[in-house]
């Protein structure tokens, strides 16, 4: 599917438009990749170990579990999230603050 773009009305480069949908599979994505690098090292993202899993509700396979719980973490306190930021670091960051 092609992706939609919105165009600078300044003359600079267009900006990518991006789904929700979009956005949460490369959240989950991104949280498989440090999972296999580091999971076992660390815990980070092992169900059970991570600093969210109090609150999962177990919605989800693999990593999609943990950006649901981040979500709603962020939703549950009026966080609106840009859907075109992709800096999920900053994301979890947030949500581990507001927990």
Request: charged share 30%; net charge negative.
């Amino acid at each position: 599917m092609p992706k939609m773009e919105q165009l600078d009305l300044f003359g600079g480069e267009p900006t990518p438009i991006h789904t929700k949908q979009e956005w949460f599979e490369a959240f989950a994505k991104h949280c498989d990749e440090i999972y296999d690098k580091e999971g076992d090292l660390k815990g980070t993202y092992c169900c059970g170990y991570h600093w969210c899993c109090d609150e999962c509700v177990g919605v989800g396979t693999g990593c999609t579990g943990c950006v649901n719980t981040i979500v709603s973490i962020l939703e549950r306190n009026g966080v609106e999230i840009d859907y075109n930021d992709f800096d999920f670091d900053y994301w979890e960051r947030k949500a581990r603050e507001l927990l």
